[in-house]
């Protein structure tokens, strides 16, 4: 498991006005970050996350007020993370009240991680059965040059 | 750990071995069912399409689509996986991985790109539902590397 303190202060990190302009991604992550929101899959629900951390929890007004698109979009958003874990979700009064889910946020940065260790497990196979066949024929070569 | 795009997962490594053999380790059936499924059956040409087997599909394991992008020997090998099966694979419904190789020192340095995660939207159920297909695979293939190995290594 990634520990989760380095994340959720990646997060907190990245919170200063440049998370809250809608052109630009918000600044230096690291690609474990990346990864991470990439399989969320949407820049806004990144900001949401973003927003949900900095600000310990929020509603789809109180979040709205703080992104470039509407109370709706942002209340759909929600939803997904919602469905996802990575938000839990608490009547307070008219609304709901969201907060980030940090042991699902947790679990899904260890999975990222666990998809690229596949590929380096993978990677390293490719490579000690090339170099096997190599040596196999290198060897049959210089059996072949020897009996000439 | 440091990938070019959100959304990619991507590693270079440098194989002591030459680009005709690492190429048809990363492309051929039988060779891809020594480093990653159990049985691989496709053709490796472009447009091909089959199927990676994990485990057994009537029990616990699954057959997973395997399409076949580009086959340039032995530069490059590209597939899109997981996509349903019936469906042509395209962006949104698959994840591309593309081997890329280039001759180096005698060897070749193999540089590996899986993209697609963010295409498709994953959400944490389907991440943990791959994960642990992953895991599957590997345990059914682990046992077998070993004396595989020995058999090319016995050809000498």
């Given at each position: 498991m990634e520990p989760l303190p380095a994340t959720a202060r990646s997060l907190r990190r990245n919170t200063g006005d440049a998370a809250l302009n809608s052109s630009n991604e918000p600044g230096p992550t690291t690609s474990a970050d990346d990864a991470l929101w990439s399989a969320i899959g949407d820049p806004t629900r990144r900001r949401l996350l973003d927003l949900l951390l900095a600000d310990n929890g929020g509603t789809a007004t109180s979040l709205g007020r703080q992104l470039p698109v509407?109370?709706?979009?942002?209340?759909?958003?929600l939803g997904v993370l919602d469905?996802?874990?990575?938000?839990?979700?608490s009547s307070a009064g008219r609304e709901r009240r969201y907060q980030v889910d940090e042991v699902q946020l947790a679990r899904a940065v260890a999975q990222l991680s666990a998809v690229r260790s596949a590929w380096e497990t993978r990677l390293q196979r490719?490579?000690?059965?090339?170099?096997?066949?190599?040596?196999?024929?290198?060897?049959?070569?210089?059996?072949?040059?020897?009996?000439? | 750990m440091d990938d070019a795009e959100p959304g990619t997962i991507e590693r270079e490594l440098y194989i002591e071995a030459a680009p005709e053999i690492v190429f048809d380790v990363?492309?051929?059936?039988?060779?891809?069912?020594?480093?990653?499924?159990?049985?691989?059956?496709?053709?490796?040409?472009?447009?091909?399409?089959?199927?990676?087997?994990?485990?057994?599909p009537t029990t616990d394991g699954a057959a997973v689509a395997?399409?076949?992008?580009?086959?340039?020997?032995?530069?490059?090998?590209?597939?899109?996986?997981?996509?349903?099966?019936?469906?042509?694979?395209?962006?949104?419904?698959?994840?591309?991985?593309?081997?890329?190789?280039?001759?180096?020192?005698?060897?070749?340095?193999?540089?590996?790109?899986?993209?697609?995660?963010r295409q498709m939207g994953w959400e944490i159920a389907v991440l943990e539902q791959q994960y642990q297909e992953h895991i599957q695979g590997w345990n059914h293939f682990l046992p077998r590397l070993a004396p595989?190995?020995?058999?090319?290594?016995?050809r000498r």
């Open positions: 509407t109370r709706q979009a942002v209340a759909k958003h469905r996802t874990g990575l938000v839990r979700s490719i490579r000690r059965i090339a170099e096997t066949i190599q040596q196999t024929s290198d060897s049959d070569l210089l059996r072949h040059d020897q009996s000439d | 990363v492309s051929k059936p039988e060779h891809l069912k020594e480093w990653w499924p159990d049985d691989a059956k496709y053709e490796p040409t472009p447009g091909s399409t089959g199927e990676i087997v994990f485990g057994d395997f399409t076949v992008v580009e086959s340039v020997a032995p530069q490059t090998f590209s597939f899109r996986w997981t996509h349903p099966s019936g469906e042509v694979a395209a962006e949104g419904n698959s994840l591309l991985v593309t081997f890329e190789l280039t001759p180096r020192d005698g060897g070749t340095l193999l540089r590996m790109t899986e993209t697609g995660f595989y190995v020995a058999t090319l290594e016995t």
